[in-house]
């Protein structure tokens, strides 16, 4: 019996949602800086946040991305609403997309969050613009 979670059904198909949104060479890189101590952690956000929430029918990947957004930026998750922002060139959420999140987070989780989130996209767009293939 494989006791392996890489080879379970959710694991692969989390690992493969995750790098159609994160992009491979964020995954890898979060793969090869895990350690004996987070090598669960990765496995759990990849099982569940990817292969089960996801990789769900109900919302697509556009959809997703603009959830998630809002609700990091609402949170002060201001290192996820960076790699997030990065990640709508892989979803297809548009900037119009983004800034329509974050004034809904204005409204509904504060003016500060909402400020907070619009500048951080805007130094990911800068970089993004600059390097549009890294």
């Given amino acids: 019996m494989d006791d392996d979670p890489k080879n379970t059904s959710r694991y692969r198909t989390g690992l493969e949602v995750r790098r159609s949104v994160l992009g491979d060479?964020?995954?890898?890189r979060a793969?090869?800086?895990?350690?004996?101590?987070?090598?669960?952690?990765?496995q759990l956000i990849t099982e569940a946040a990817w292969?089960?929430?996801?990789?769900?029918?109900?919302?697509s990947k556009r959809e997703r991305s603009i959830v998630t957004l809002a609700l990091l930026a609402a949170l002060g998750h201001?290192?996820?609403v960076?790699?997030?922002?990065?990640?709508?060139?892989?979803?297809g959420a548009s900037r119009d997309d983004i800034r329509e999140a974050f004034l809904h987070v204005a409204i509904y989780a504060g003016v500060p969050a909402a400020n907070r989130a619009f500048r951080?996209?805007?130094?990911?767009f800068s970089q993004m613009d600059e390097a549009p293939h890294a």
């Fill in 31 to 42: 793969g090869d800086a895990a350690t004996d101590f987070d090598r669960p952690f990765q």
């Fill in 120 to 124: 951080i996209a805007k130094e990911v």
């Fill in 51 to 59: 292969g089960t929430v996801w990789a769900r029918p109900g919302l």
């Fill in 25 to 28: 060479p964020h995954v890898d």
């Fill in 78 to 80: 201001d290192e996820e």
């Fill in 82 to 91: 960076a790699m997030h922002v990065r990640a709508t060139a892989n979803t």
